[in-house]
């Protein structure tokens, strides 16, 4: 297939088009995939130590060959970087428009360089590609850039469709993130602090041109026979009303819910129920994107008689809160009206910020002042002012936020690159270690969901190349105990869907990595394939689709292959920065601390980190004494030439060279310092 990728040097100005090889497609899929090779090409050119906020850093967009050709799996875009907050491997997947549409205007990956000397965005229009002055859209939120652009580009030869960031994005806030069409964000690892280093408001896209399919009638077939399936799935009815908050009752039942900075895994008060929101605030059910047969996505309006809380807040619209929202605010900060847990939802959009490396960040602080580890005093030098740190309280809740989106005091500067970060710099500040109430796995990425009885899940959160993640390899199997799903993947063992052992959990994250690898590589939504694992399994049923568009064949084994060998190139990426299996953790509370309450309460992580941990370096191939990668598994995958490299800067197991440096620390995060 042909794809049109974009190069775009902001430092020079310099624009180029180059055409991707078919052999790209077939050794990367698409998508994430070939946003992975970019970005492990661009540093084997430029320092892979650089800093994250310099012009050195890329950003790379892509989408895969299944976006906007009529499949009905939806569409998802994807950002890969190196991370600011993290000083790892960065991704960041969103919905909206913006991905197929800029497929429309000839290309299907991005690539942004250096920096430009004032603010700038770049217009794509039907193959034409201008870097514009941005000036005027400095300090507006996402939302008004969208609705700016548009206006200023007008709607020939298509609406304008974006990607812009808020100011969080323009501070360089570490967990700052990028937001398609002004209400999708790609929120995880800081992909809007990149785009701020370089002085990058939004690139915008508008287009008519069409996709090419390699065999149109099969892809037909295929799409009319899925919309069926979906038609027939029960679960797929639940899910176009609630969308993922179905999963507030799911998890108040198995006890997966974060409240209070993981002081508890239930959350309190009955209002925030996925029931309630339909019933009070849904107004109607929508897609992200043109191409879905779900619509799991919907719109609210507060009337303003749905609670006492909701008077506050008359007229807002936005989106529905996902589940990941509800969990950030009702449960992380203990918010207990709808109405205030969407607010933060369309603020923190708005904004342009991780809601998940916040919340950790402002619950961190609010259970401190909770147990009287830190004073009034203490309190008032962090914010230049008195300031309540109660839980629950949305008007003081939004003044945090204010802090870290504006960078206007030492709160915001401490705590720009999340939790993590933020309580080591705090504990150094105060000459006091406060990181076993900093929630976070590996990295330093925050996570708002319960880990400690769920192998897998706490898996999980320490071996994700991106940090702390829910993503990359999503518990399916366990949370939902499908020994169903076990049986057919691990040649009828039953253990992979029981939450109470360990055997098959490392087993299922690498499996479950390497399917997700192929989803994001397709460029379709993950949300169909949850609801009928099996029946719409990535490397069997998708793959037929992906054959029908871009020609490529494979059995169900190379396309698990397929997927492997993306997990491997992400992790080779973080092993040139240093990463070994020291790396591989999750925080205190979780490891050690019992679970307080709910069907697993007394549960700790701990009690089966290890195994579960040298289960999955088995199942990868990898070392399980340092977590390296092995030639043997490099060779197998076809990475000869990234062993190659791997081994020449001491990050493969079994190989060193005297002459090399052995990069033993992660540089996760510049430390900002506190102004004077």
Known sequence: MESGLLRVDLTTGEIKREILPHSMFERWVGGSGINDWLLWEHFLKHDIMCDARSPENVLIFGVGPLAGVGSGIGVKGRLTFKSPCYGSFGDSTGGGKFPYVVRFSGYD????????????????????????????????????????????????????????????????VGIAGVIADGWRIHARCGGGGVMGSKNLKA????????????????????????????????????FKRRGTLGAVEMYQKIGGNFWRNNQGAMFRGEEVRSDNWVKKYHKYSEVCSSDCYIACDGRYKIEGHESDAAQKYVGESFRHPEYLTTGSSAGALDVRDWAEVAHWGK???????????????????????????????????????????????????????????????????????????????????QGQNFMKYAMYGKGGASFTEEMRPFPTWMNNMAVA????????????????????????????????????????????????????????????????????????????????????VTGIDRTKEERMLDGERICNLEKAFNSRLGMRREHDTICERWMHEPCPEGPNKGRVAGDMFEQVLEEYYEWRGWDKETGLQTRQKMEELGLEDVADVLAADNAMAGERRADRAVHVDVKIADDPGIPD
């Open 109 to 172: 990956y991005i690539v942004v360089t250096g920096k430009a000397p004032k603010p700038v965005y770049i217009h794509i229009c039907n193959g034409e590609v201008t870097i514009c002055d941005a000036t005027h859209l400095w300090g507006k939120d996402s939302a008004e850039t969208h609705q700016m652009l548009r206006k200023e580009l007008g709607d020939y030869p298509s609406e304008a469709y974006t990607l812009s960031i808020g100011q969080a994005g323009e501070n360089q």
């Open 203 to 238: 690139i915008v896209t508008q287009g008519t041109q069409g996709i090419k399919i390699d065999d149109p009638s099969s892809l037909l077939e295929w799409s009319d026979g899925f919309r069926q399936k979906l038609d027939a799935n029960e679960a797929a009815y639940g």
């Open 347 to 429: 603020i923190t959009n708005d904004y342009g910020i991780d809601n998940q490396d916040l919340s950790c960040s402002i619950s961190f602080l609010m259970e401190l002042k909770q147990r009287e580890i830190i004073s009034d005093r203490d309190v008032e030098e962090l914010f230049g002012r008195p300031q309540s740190l109660e839980w629950g309280k949305m008007e003081d809740i939004e003044a945090l936020v204010e802090d870290v989106v504006y960078q206007r005091n030492p709160f915001g500067w401490l705590f720009r690159d999340g939790a993590y970060h933020g309580a080591l710099r705090y504990s150094e500040q």
């Open 465 to 548: 190349s991106r940090g702390a993640d829910h993503l990359k390899g999503i518990g399916l199997i366990e949370k939902f105990q499908r020994r169903d799903l076990s049986k057919v993947y691990f040649n009828g063992r039953t253990e992979a869907g029981d939450p109470t052992i360990p055997d098959l959990k490392g087993a299922s994250t690498a499996l479950i990595e390497n399917q997700v690898a192929l989803i994001n590589s397709y460029g379709v939504c993950m949300f169909h394939w949850m609801l009928d694992p099996l029946g719409y399994a990535p490397e069997s049923y998708y793959g037929e689709v992906y054959t029908a």
